[in-house]
C-alpha cells in the first residue's frame, strides 16, 4: 500500500512540476506615454506580442500606461522596485536620481542618431549603460532613436534676451542649457503638454518631431517652428529590473533582448518614415506654421552655455567623466566618416 500510495505521489509531483512549467510567466510594463500613444504606445504592444509569439505564450507581458498607473515620470522607481519587471521611457528623466543615466538618451550639440546607435553597441556605450544602472538593479536597453526639432514658440526667437524669462518645456541636459542663458525650464509629462501650452502655463515646449507633433496639435497655439540643436539623436529605453530578468529561463531571456532590439529598429525606422510624411503634410497643408532657425548668436550662446555645463559636470570625475570622454571621442572618430559620407553626398 506504501508503495503505491509513493508511486501515486509521484505521478501527482510530476504532473503538478509539468503543469507549472506550462504556466506562462506573466510580466508588466510601465510606459511614460498616455494610452493608445502613437508610435511609441503601438511599439510596446508590438513588443509584447513578439515576446509571446517567441516564447510560444510562455511569457506574457501586460502594458500599463500613464492613464492606469498614474506616473508618466515614475517608471525608474517602479522598475527599480520590482512593482514593475519592464518600463519604457527616456533615460534623461532620471537625471536628477542618477545623473549618468542622462547620457543614454541624447546631449546637445551630440551624435546623430547613426553616430550615437553605433556607439552604444559597438563603441562602449552598452557598457558604461550597464555600470551607471546595475547599482539600481536596472538594465536598459535603447528602444528606437530619431533626430528632434528645436520646439514650439508663440513668439520669434531673434536674440538671446528673447530666451530669458521664457517659460518652456524642455528636459535633459538641454534644460539646464536653456536655463543657463536665461529661460525658466519645466518638464512636463506628454499628457499634459498641450493644455499647458494653451493655458500659458508655459510659452514654448519641444516634444519629438513632425512625427508626434502634428498629431498633438501645437501647432494651433504656437505657430513658430524651430530646428533642433539639442537632441540630434535622442533614444528611447526599456528598462528591465535584473532580479526579475535573472529568474528567467535562458531563452526567454534571449528572446526579451531579441524582441527588444527588433523594436528599437522598426521605431527607428518608423520615426524617420513618419517624420517625413509629417514634414510634407507641414509645408503643403500648413501655411500658418512658421519653419525657423535659431539665429547665430543664439546657438553661440546655447553652445558655449553647454560647453561650460559640460565642463563641470566631468570635473566630478568617475563614470561621469568617463562617459562624457567615451562620448566626446567616439564623436570625433566617427563624425569624420559623416562628414566625408552623409554630409558630402548631401551637399552635392
Known amino acids: ?3 503505491i500510495i509513493f508511486i501515486l505521489l509521484t505521478v501527482f509531483a510530476a504532473a503538478t512540476n509539468a503543469f507549472a512549467a506550462d504556466k506562462p510567466i506573466k510580466w508588466k510594463l510601465a510606459e511614460t506615454w498616455p494610452a493608445n ?9 508590438e513588443f509584447a506580442k513578439r515576446v509571446e509569439e517567441m516564447s510560444n505564450g510562455r511569457l506574457i507581458i501586460s502594458i500599463d500606461s500613464a ?13 527599480k522596485s520590482g512593482q514593475y519587471q519592464m518600463g519604457h521611457s527616456a533615460s534623461y528623466y532620471w537625471k536628477g536620481k542618477d545623473i549618468n543615466t542622462l547620457f543614454f538618451t541624447t546631449m546637445p550639440f551630440g551624435m546623430i542618431s547613426a553616430e550615437r546607435t553605433a556607439w552604444y553597441h559597438n563603441g562602449g556605450g552598452a557598457e558604461l549603460a550597464k555600470r551607471a544602472y546595475s547599482k539600481h538593479g536596472i538594465t536598459q536597453y535603447p528602444a528606437g532613436s530619431g533626430s528632434q526639432m528645436g520646439g514650439w514658440f508663440k513668439k520669434e526667437i531673434n536674440s538671446v534676451d528673447d530666451l530669458k524669462g521664457l517659460k518652456m518645456r524642455i528636459p535633459g541636459f538641454a534644460g539646464e542649457v536653456l536655463a543657463k542663458v536665461g529661460a525658466t525650464v519645466t518638464n512636463v509629462p506628454p499628457g499634459e503638454l498641450y493644455t499647458s501650452l494653451e493655458r500659458n502655463t508655459i510659452d514654448a515646449l519641444e516634444w519629438v518631431g513632425p512625427s508626434f507633433d502634428l498629431r498633438m496639435g501645437f501647432h494651433k497655439i504656437a505657430q513658430y517652428y524651430y530646428t533642433g540643436w539639442h537632441e540630434p539623436g535622442s533614444e528611447i529605453q526599456f528598462m528591465v529590473n535584473n532580479e526579475a530578468f535573472d529568474k528567467l529561463p535562458k531563452d526567454l ?7 527588444m532590439r527588433e523594436s528599437e529598429t522598426s521605431v ?5 518614415y513618419e517624420n517625413g510624411a ?15 532657425t535659431f539665429p547665430p548668436d543664439v546657438m553661440a550662446a546655447l553652445r558655449e552655455a553647454n560647453k561650460e555645463l ?3 559636470l566631468e570635473e566630478q570625475g568617475g563614470l561621469t567623466a568617463e562617459i562624457i570622454e567615451s562620448q566626446r571621442k ?8 559623416t562628414n566625408i559620407s552623409d554630409k558630402a553626398y548631401l551637399n552635392n
Not at 531571456?253 to 524582441?259: F, H, T, Y
Not at 527607428?268 to 524617420?272: A, F, K, Q, V
Not at 567616439?330 to 566618416?337: G, I, L
Open 253 to 259: 531571456q534571449a528572446i526579451l533582448k531579441a524582441a
Open 37 to 45: 500613444f502613437p508610435i511609441y504606445g503601438e511599439a510596446t504592444k
Open 310 to 312: 559640460v565642463d563641470k
Open 268 to 272: 527607428t525606422d518608423r520615426l524617420y
Open 278 to 292: 509629417n514634414w510634407e503634410k507641414i509645408k503643403n497643408e500648413f501655411p500658418n506654421i512658421k519653419v525657423k
Open 67 to 79: 492613464n492606469k498607473h498614474k506616473s508618466a515620470l515614475g517608471i525608474f522607481d517602479f522598475v
Open 330 to 337: 567616439f564623436k570625433k572618430q566617427v563624425r569624420e566618416w
Open 1 to 3: 500500500m506504501k508503495k
